[in-house]
Structures are given as structure tokens and as C-alpha cells.
Nanobody
Framework: QVQLEESGGGLVQPGGSLRLSCVGS????????IKWYRQALGNSRELLAQ????????YYVKSIEGRFTVSRDDAKNTIYLQMDSLKPEDTAVYYC?????????WGQGTQVTVSS
């Protein structure tokens, strides 16, 4: 079955960096668009970016442009979210997602906390 698993979250000071990873299994990873979302406490889930199977970014939300970078390594069935210049408002649970055979699949999420 389709599975996604995020990792790499943690506690970081403002201005710091983290790299999140999302590993996919149960589907042909290199044929699908993968999306990164986040959900802060009390807020709805927000689409941050999506990368298509050709490695092109279809969407970046304005608040992360210039600070976050998406990349993928299809040989490892992995997509990354490199987050630099982190701000307290980036604190959230970060999720990856894909749409396969008419269904949306989510990972369990990884917590990112930006605080001094």
C-alpha cells in the first residue's frame, strides 16, 4: 500500500536550518507529484510547495520563497524540504502528500519548532 514517512523535524533556533525528508513506498515514486504541507496549531493545513515527476516546482507559497527549497532523489524514493532562515512562525507539523489512483495519501507528519 502507499505509504509516506516524514523525518527530520526538531527544535531549532530562529535563523537556523532543518532538512525534512519524506520517503515513499508502495507506488512508483518517480511518476508522481509530491507535495509539502504544514499545519500550525489552531490553523488549517497549508500547501507549501509541490514538485512534479520531472523535478519542476509547480507551486511555492510566497511565505517560504527564498528560504525553503524542495528537491527529490527518485533513486531513494525521497523528497526533501530544506528549510533555512527559519522563523518562529514556521513552527508547525510538516506533512508530505501524494495523490495516487484517485486517493490522497499523507505521512504522519514531523514536528518543527522554531524557538529560542
Amino acid at each position: 500500500q502507499v505509504q509516506l514517512e516524514e523525518s527530520g523535524g526538531g527544535l531549532v533556533q530562529p535563523g537556523g536550518s532543518l532538512r525534512l525528508s519524506c520517503v515513499g513506498s508502495g507506488f512508483t515514486f518517480d511518476r508522481y507529484t509530491i507535495k509539502w504541507y504544514r499545519q500550525a496549531l489552531g490553523n488549517s493545513r497549508e500547501l507549501l510547495a509541490q514538485m512534479n515527476p520531472f523535478g519542476a516546482i509547480d507551486y511555492y507559497v510566497k511565505s517560504i520563497e527564498g528560504r525553503f527549497t524542495v528537491s527529490r532523489d527518485d533513486a531513494k524514493n525521497t523528497i526533501y524540504l530544506q528549510m533555512d532562515s527559519l522563523k518562529p512562525e514556521d513552527t508547525a507539523v510538516y506533512y508530505c502528500s501524494t495523490w495516487v489512483a484517485g486517493n490522497t495519501f499523507w505521512g504522519q507528519g514531523t514536528q518543527v519548532t522554531v524557538s529560542s
